[in-house]
């Protein structure tokens, strides 16, 4: 048994394994959301920004098996099971403080990415019904009309001061959405769709760095209760000897 100051050790350890559990199921919750509020914007994004909330899901299932591991080497006092637990919370710290880090490099990404994604898919919009629903679902969701404003509608095909319904915020049964109409959005998508990302990133990132500097001081305080552990059964054992 540990005794002393590492008895606290001990139970600090156990807490922040109680800690990272919670972690790791918020981290599969919030990458699941993520998920799911964007999956209606798959049109408009590049694959390496749905790379993130799956890594986040990935990550919270093994933080909440790892957080097992380091429950019970504490709560047993077992040697091999806290070394195992601190070198498998080292590897994801690693990749939690490597996702943070990637999380705001590619922040300078989000503008050229929805810029491309959204020039190519307007002029699909008559022709493909996934683009058509996608782009009246952000229009909808942003309040926005087109890339810089209703006028680009005319750009690919719409008729002169015509442009989508979901560019309006309501629509007389029977009518069309007009540009020049009061109920029209008055701004473009663009802005308003890389604001949104650029946002999710910064907080994908924060919260990725956030943890794993928690995550490290859990590490240290398992390191120390191991040293004891093991120096507790070099102890028993010169004395049986």
Request: aromatic share 12%; net charge negative; glycine share 10%.
């Amino acid at each position: 048994m540990v005794s002393g100051g590492m008895a606290c050790v001990k139970y600090l350890t156990f807490f922040f394994n109680l800690v990272f559990a919670i972690t790791g199921i918020v981290f599969i919750a919030v990458g699941t959301v993520i998920l799911a509020t964007y999956s209606d914007y798959n049109n408009f994004m590049d694959r390496w920004f749905f790379a993130g909330p799956v890594l986040m899901i990935v990550v919270g299932a093994i933080v909440f098996i790892v957080s097992f591991f380091g429950c019970c080497g504490a709560v047993k006092e077992n040697h091999c099971m806290i070394i195992t637990f601190s070198v498998l919370l080292l590897l994801i710290f690693a990749l939690e403080l490597g996702a943070g880090i990637a999380g705001y490099m590619l922040r300078g990404e989000v503008h050229a990415m929805v810029e491309n994604r959204l020039n190519t898919t307007m002029g699909e919009y008559s022709t493909h019904s996934d683009i058509h629903r996608s782009w009246d679902i952000m229009q909808h969701d942003l309040e926005c009309c087109g890339i810089t404003g209703a006028n680009d509608w005319a750009h690919v095909g719409f008729p002169e001061n015509t442009v989508p319904k979901s560019c309006c915020k309501e629509v007389p049964e029977g009518s069309e959405c007009d540009s020049n109409s009061i109920y029209v959005y008055s701004y473009g998508c663009m802005n308003n769709l890389q604001s949104a990302i650029e946002h999710n990133v910064l907080i994908f990132g924060g919260v990725g760095i956030g943890i794993a500097l928690i995550q490290l001081i859990g590490v240290i305080f398992a390191c120390c209760l191991a040293r004891s552990i093991r120096r507790e059964y070099e102890t028993v054992e010169t004395a049986a000897h």
